[in-house]
């Protein structure tokens, strides 16, 4: 099945879409996961995509576009995939529409995740990664079994840069801005599908796999 996650920082988007890459095996491509990944190697896109990404702002739309025809072109992604914080912009989800068409695919659902302004920045500065392995925390509702420690891999656990107050709100207006007129975009295409996202983990996973079931996931 080939899925796109949308919805603001911090709805849960990438730790329901790492769920159901260990229940469906359909790879999780997250450019905000990639583009980390870049900037952590220091590579020429990651040392100037990180300007953008401490500012909160979005990256050029033609470098995350190149990240993901390199990524779809992989045979990991014949099966399906699950789109995470991709497309952010009209011009990236026609993009995408093109790639796949040029491969004789389509999407298979948009699904919007939706969760209150209140608790999205509650989940957002009180979000803690692992650098290592993009294991994803929260100091109060997934905390670490030792803290500031990664169950996973055993390593620090840091604030994303980006996840500071100041960026926050700054996401969440270029979310308004240039994301949000996605939903209407994949409405009239009807192939959107709205999500619950409030409550723990486990609740707006049982959502999403009840959608994902109807829409015949197997
Ligand atoms: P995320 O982990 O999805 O919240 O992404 C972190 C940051 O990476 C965003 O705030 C942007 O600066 C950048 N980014 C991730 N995905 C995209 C995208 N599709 N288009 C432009 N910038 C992106």
């Known amino acids: 099945m080939r899925l796109v996650f ?23 491509i997250s450019t905000g996961d990639l583009l980390r990944e870049a900037v952590k190697n220091q590579t020429a896109l990651g040392i100037e995509a990180k300007k953008s990404m401490d500012a909160g702002k979005l990256v050029p739309d033609a470098v ?9 072109a992989d045979p990991s992604c014949q099966a399906g995939f699950v789109l995470d914080g991709f497309p952010r912009t009209v011009p990236q989800a026609e993009e995408l529409s093109a790639i796949l068409k040029d491969k004789g695919l389509k999407l298979d659902r948009v699904i919007n995740f939706r969760v209150s302004r209140t608790d999205v920045v509650k989940r957002l500065s ?10 994803v925390f ?12 990664c169950d996973r891999c055993g390593a620090a656990l840091v604030q994303r840069s980006d996840d500071k107050p100041e960026t926050i709100e700054a996401r969440l207006k270029v979310y308004d801005e240039q994301t949000a007129p996605l939903i209407a975009y994949y409405q009239a295409k009807n192939a959107l599908s709205d999500l619950d996202g409030s409550g723990d983990m486990g609740l707006v996973y049982g959502r999403l796999s009840t959608v994902l079931v109807g829409l015949g996931a197997k």
């Not at 929260?138 to 420690?149: E, L, R, Y």
Request: with cysteine.
């Open 126 to 135: 009180g979000r803690r990664s692992c650098p290592k392995c993009q294991s």
């Open 64 to 72: 995350v576009i190149g990240m993901v025809r390199d990524k779809l």
């Open 138 to 149: 929260h100091i109060d509702f997934a905390a670490p079994k030792v803290s500031g420690q």
């Open 6 to 28: 949308l919805g603001a920082p911090g709805v849960g988007k990438g730790t329901q879409a790492d769920r159901v890459t260990a229940q469906f095996g359909w790879p999780k």
